[in-house]
C-alpha cells in the first residue's frame, strides 16, 4: 500500500467513527471536506468509564426479588468508555468490592470484603480502548454476625476501588454502579 492510499484509508476510517457517532447519537449535521482538508478529531466522552450491576438469581435469570435464603448472584461490569488505554492503581491486591444497603438509606448490611484480607501491594488494571470487565459473585446472603439477611427491602453496588470507595463507598463515583433495588421475600 503506498502512501497515498494509507492517508485516504485513515481519512475514511476517521469518517467512518464521525458518521457512526452520529448515527449512535441521533444527531444529524452535514458537512464537506476538501481532499487534504484533515478531518476533526473525534472528542472522547466526558466520562472514562460507565458500571453497572445486574442482580440474578441461582439460576441465571436477572431480577429484583429474592425467596429468603436464596443465594443473590451479582454481575458487575465495567467499561472503559474510551478510545485510549487506561490504567487504574489500587493500593493493594483488592480492586473491586460489593456492598448491601438498607433499602433507601446508607446504612451498610453487608460488604463483601468485610473481614478478608488482601496483599499489600500496588496492583493495577489495564482497560484496553472500549473493553470491560466483569467481577461476578455467588452471595448466599449471609451477614457478618452468621445470620440471613431477613425479609425486606435492600440496594446493593458493586464497585472498582475508587479513590474515597472506603470511607465512603456510596459516593458518587463512574466506577461503582448505581444503586439497584431488591426485596428478600
Not at 23 to 32: D, E, I, K, Q, R
Not at 60 to 72: H, I, Q, R
Not at 117 to 146: I, R, V
Request: hydrophobic residues 35%.
Amino acid at each position: 500500500m503506498n502512501s497515498r492510499e494509507t492517508k485516504r484509508g485513515r481519512m475514511m476510517a476517521r469518517l467512518a467513527i464521525l458518521v457512526g457517532i452520529c448515527l449512535s447519537t441521533g444527531a444529524y449535521t452535514s458537512c464537506s471536506f476538501r481532499s487534504g482538508d484533515p478531518l476533526p478529531e473525534v472528542p472522547e466522552p466526558h466520562e472514562t468509564f460507565s458500571s453497572t450491576l445486574t442482580l440474578r438469581d441461582v439460576s441465571g435469570v436477572e431480577t429484583e426479588s429474592f425467596v429468603f435464603g436464596e443465594p443473590v448472584r451479582f454481575d458487575f461490569r465495567i467499561v472503559n468508555l474510551t478510545s485510549r488505554q487506561q490504567r487504574v492503581q489500587f493500593p493493594d491486591a483488592q480492586d473491586h468490592d460489593f456492598v448491601v444497603v438498607n433499602g433507601g438509606s446508607t446504612q451498610i448490611r453487608w460488604k463483601w470484603s468485610q473481614n478478608l484480607a488482601f496483599t499489600q501491594a500496588t496492583t493495577e488494571l489495564m482497560f484496553e480502548p472500549h473493553a470491560s470487565k466483569t467481577y461476578t459473585l455467588y452471595w448466599p446472603g449471609t451477614l457478618a454476625d452468621g445470620t440471613q439477611l431477613p425479609v425486606g427491602a435492600y440496594q446493593a453496588r458493586g464497585a472498582l476501588l475508587f479513590d474515597g470507595f472506603r470511607a465512603n463507598p456510596l459516593a458518587p463515583n463512574e466506577m461503582g454502579s448505581t444503586l439497584q433495588s431488591f426485596t428478600v421475600r
